[in-house]
């Protein structure tokens, strides 16, 4: 099984801040790594996909970078609608899995 | 778009059999190349994919496959009303372990690109 580790499990930042989030996989996933937000009680919603490609309709402030073990998601400029937790999911093999998640509080 | 609606008893008794189904809008779950998923969330905790089911248009002889994580294969089976464009899931013997928020999801293309809103399942007496 793949195992994604986040960093950090919590982050509490001010608005127009800029928000960086680590995904590390145990072994290489190559690009098949993706990004989802999910807001409080609400489902995921797919943010990044394939570590860097933009996903129509999610605003360019989310951006992705990485490949094999080594991911960060990066939200350019925090806005109150952002707090939610975010977590990496590898499609590279099976199980499929995702990481810990990453909760993002407003100041 | 399609959209993905979860629906089944929402409290279940230690050592019972959860069932959910989750109907589809939107599309056929027989069209494309897609996976039928379910992925679970218990109470403040993150993300774990149960399963999923095939259906692959272009190759019909695999539809129908289904591929489970390991850690609940056991228990688990996942299967698919193509007539009435619904998927399910059953999870036998059930602790309290199992409580948890219950999506179903489309896998298409490598990704969860639908999901349905989620429905809080409590293992309880």
């Known amino acids: 099984e793949i195992v994604l580790t986040q960093s950090p499990d919590f982050q509490s930042v001010t608005p127009k801040e800029k928000v960086t989030i680590t995904c590390r996989a145990s072994q290489s996933v190559g690009s098949t790594l993706h990004w989802y937000r999910q807001k409080p009680n609400q489902s995921p919603e797919l943010l990044i996909k394939?570590?860097?490609q933009s996903v129509s309709g999610v605003p360019s402030k989310f951006s992705g970078s990485g490949s094999g073990t080594d991911f960060t998601l990066t939200i350019s400029s925090l806005e109150v609608e952002d707090a939610a937790t975010y977590y990496c999911?590898?499609?590279?093999?099976?199980?499929?899995?995702f990481g810990q998640g990453t909760k993002v509080e407003i100041k | 778009q399609v959209q993905l609606q979860e629906s089944g008893p929402r409290l279940v008794k230690p050592s019972q059999t959860l069932s959910l189904n989750c109907s589809v809008s939107g599309g056929s779950i027989t069209s494309g190349d897609s996976y039928w998923s379910w992925i679970r969330q218990p109470p403040g905790k993150g993300l774990q994919w149960i399963g999923y089911?095939?259906?692959?248009?272009?190759?019909?002889?695999?539809?129908?496959?289904?591929y489970y994580n390991p850690s609940l294969k056991s228990r688990l089976t996942i299967s698919a009303d193509t007539s009435r464009n619904q998927f399910s899931l059953y999870l036998s013997s059930v602790t309290a372990a199992d409580t948890a928020v219950y999506y179903c999801a489309r896998y298409d293309s490598g990704l969860f690109d639908s999901w349905g809103q989620g429905a809080l399942v409590a293992v309880s007496s």
């Open positions: 999911h590898q499609s590279s093999g099976l199980p499929q899995t």
């Open positions: 394939f570590a860097s």
């Open positions: 089911i095939n259906y692959n248009q272009y190759n019909p002889s695999l539809s129908g496959m289904t």
